[in-house]
């Protein structure tokens, strides 16, 4: 990469090196600095999740949620985890980060079902090092245990990449997961260049559509082809399909149509605190109760 953006700065002149050259120093300070951070972030409480939810395209109602990492630095402010999960994956840290994702997404969401007298499902993302790590499965049982969420109710997203290493290592985990209960997602798909052909060994559930073939949907023929292509192979395969990254109504129709089942994005609803999430329940039921 640092290669590359010198290559192109040098083509386009001097001047412009510098401030490459500048902005790549301040990066990989700032990538120091966090991967520091990092080691002391849960401990300090400077973790909090926040909830996205899910919703049935047939009747726009809630049906879970995908819990997603915040991280509040002291110095550097809110770190998308984009930023930062790839620095905790290199670090090894993903594995205890992700392990306090499972169980505080798991109790956040037995304190909602219980006060809401709600079934709501909870999909929480995996990452590769977590998911081939030792220890994974028995943390998830010791996390359902602990937190009594019954493991229906627990989805877990992994990346294609996560699926095509390890392939036989990776089924038995999946059988094993999917024997507990617990539901599988690919998330991302489509972004992965991988043979399609591994769908048809893997125990899964559902495919979410990636983001990026969402926001084109409409407007870009390739992406359009590409989407209803996904659907309409996870439909033979006996599988559904969510479509991640909403933002239009436009979108929504065009995927509805197609027969997606599941639907995310900020058109229906922004990642949110619980308290936030809670009130958005809340706020929904009394809207259906007047509408009634
Ligand atoms: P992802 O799992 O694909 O999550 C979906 C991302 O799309 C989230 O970004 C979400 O906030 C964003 N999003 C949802 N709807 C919309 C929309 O309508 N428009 C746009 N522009 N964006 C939308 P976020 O929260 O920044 O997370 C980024 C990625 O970081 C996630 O992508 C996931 O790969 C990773 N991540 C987040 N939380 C965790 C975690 O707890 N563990 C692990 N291993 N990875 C995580
Ligand atoms: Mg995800
Ligand atoms: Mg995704
Ligand atoms: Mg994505």
Redesign the pocket.
């Known amino acids: 990469h640092a290669d590359m953006a010198m290559y192109l700065a040098k083509r386009q002149g001097r001047n412009t090196f510098h401030w490459y050259s500048h902005d790549m120093t301040a990066a990989m300070n700032e990538r120091v600095t966090l991967r520091r951070g990092l080691h002391d972030a849960i401990a300090a409480s400077q973790f909090e999740l926040h909830y ?1 939810p899910l919703l049935d395209a047939d009747d726009d109602s809630v049906r879970g949620f ?4 915040r991280w509040q630095h002291p110095t550097e402010g809110l770190v ?3 930023t930062f ?1 790839p620095l905790a994956e290199q670090t090894g840290q ?1 594995v205890a980060i ?1 392990e306090w ?1 499972l169980a505080r997404a798991c109790s956040d969401l037995v304190a909602l079902n219980r006060k809401m007298g709600t079934h709501y499902w909870m999909s ?4 590769p090092l ?1 998911f081939h790590g030792r220890d994974f499965v028995d943390s998830l049982v010791r996390i359902l245990r602990d937190t009594g969420l019954p493991a229906r109710q627990l989805c877990v ?1 992994l990346t294609e990449g996560v699926l095509m290493e390890n392939a036989n290592a990776t089924i038995d985990i999946l059988q094993t997961l999917r024997g507990m209960g617990i539901e599988v997602f690919i ?2 798909f489509g972004t992965g260049f991988s043979s399609l052909s591994y769908l048809k060994y893997l125990p899964i559930d559902k495919i979410k559509i990636d ?1 990026t073939f969402t926001r084109d949907i409409t407007t870009n023929f390739h992406d359009s082809a590409i989407a209803q292509g996904i659907i309409s192979m996870a439909h033979h395969l006996g599988l559904n399909v969510v479509a ?4 239009t109504e436009e979108q929504r129709i065009f995927l509805a149509a197609r027969g997606c089942d599941l639907f ?4 229906f609803a922004r ?1 949110m605190p619980l308290p936030d999430l809670s009130r958005y329940l809340g706020d929904r039921d009394n809207l259906a109760e007047t509408n009634a």
């Not at 995908?66 to 990492?69: R, S, T, V």
């Not at 929480?124 to 990452?127: A, F, I, L």
């Not at 991640?244 to 933002?247: A, Q, R, V």
């Open positions: 996205q995908e819990a997603l990492i998308s985890p984009a999960i993903i992700g994702v929480v993302n995996v990452s977590q997203e998330d991302d983001r991640e990254g909403i933002e995310q994005g900020y058109l990642p």
